[in-house]
């Protein structure tokens, strides 16, 4: 498969020519937690020191680091909290002023035919993706929630600010439809990341209120293997399922660790919650600085 230029530029630039994770311990990568995740065994009456080459590898194969910076030029006031994002020089005017359904279509060659940048939610049935949709917006009801899972039974775009996409796709694992239609969905869902030219990426939604779950992870390789680029936004951050549940960073911390076996650098992450905002505006950030690097 061949990427379009720009995509391809946007996968080159984090993919390409990057060394394999050194043995570090792994730590969630907060704004306080970098050099916890550098050297884990600092002890309170002495510090190590760290090399260059080390902080070096560190922020190559943790962190996202966005076009238009280098890893020496990372601090710690530079990353989004509740993720491994770097904010770059391409980070622009994240508001969301405007949003318009434009389509819901049946197979990838019906999308719209323009060649505006687009963001596609992907996830299983009852991650929360309507409610994200909907938090990101900010309007109720622009897409649709339910509380039975698999409502989404189309490619849905919405255009924002007239300028790019916010593509709704169908859930995945155990909608309430029938085994064929579930098949269907997987299909042109597939065809739809690998022939979309306009795609800047994916926005892979796992549920942080529970334990990784296999078909979350398989669709996570899936999409590595084919070079689609992809941000993992953990959603319902403010949940335990119950009183003897683990907390969602647990949760975050122990997906992270089974995605490493196969990602020679962690993808970027980011923690959110519909329920109370946390890391709505911050993904609004990260969206903008790869839509605006897609678009020079």
């Known amino acids: 498969m061949l990427l379009p230029a720009a995509r391809l530029r946007l996968f080159t630039h ?16 907060f704004r306080n937690s970098t050099s916890h995740s550098i050297s884990p065994n600092i002890s309170a009456t002495k510090t190590p020191k760290i090399s260059v080459s080390d902080t070096t590898k560190f922020t190559q194969t943790v962190l996202f680091i966005p076009p238009g910076i280098s890893p020496e030029e990372v601090t710690e006031n530079m990353i989004l909290p509740g993720s491994n994002i770097v904010l770059g020089p391409y980070a622009g005017d994240a508001k969301v002023k405007e949003v318009q359904f434009v389509s819901s279509s049946v197979r990838p060659k019906d999308c719209p035919k323009d060649d505006r940048p687009e963001f596609a939610m992907l996830g299983r049935s009852n991650v929360g993706k309507s409610s994200l949709i909907n938090s990101l917006v900010r309007k109720k009801e622009v897409a649709l929630t339910s509380k039975k899972p698999g409502k989404t039974q189309l490619i849905n775009h919405f255009l924002v600010n007239r300028s790019w996409y916010l593509v709704d796709l169908p859930g995945y694992g155990f909608a309430n439809a029938p085994e064929s239609t579930r098949m269907d969905w997987s299909s042109f869902t597939k065809g739809y990341f690998l022939n979309r030219e306009s795609l800047v990426s994916v926005l892979l939604l796992v549920d942080a209120s529970v334990p990784p779950q ?10 590595g293997r084919n070079n689609i680029p992809m941000t993992i936004v953990f959603t319902k951050c403010d949940k335990v399922k119950n ?11 122990s997906f992270q660790e089974l995605i490493k076996e196969n990602y020679k650098i962690h993808p970027p992450w980011i923690m959110t919650s519909s329920a109370t905002g946390f890391g709505r505006d911050d993904l609004l950030l990260h969206m903008s600085q790869l839509r605006n690097y897609w678009d020079n």
């Open 14 to 29: 984090r993919f390409s020519s990057l060394l394999p994770p050194p043995p570090l311990h792994f730590s969630l990568p």
């Open 214 to 223: 296999k078909i979350d992870l398989d669709c996570a390789n899936w999409l």
């Open 243 to 253: 009183s003897k549940g683990r907390r969602p960073d647990e949760n975050i911390k």
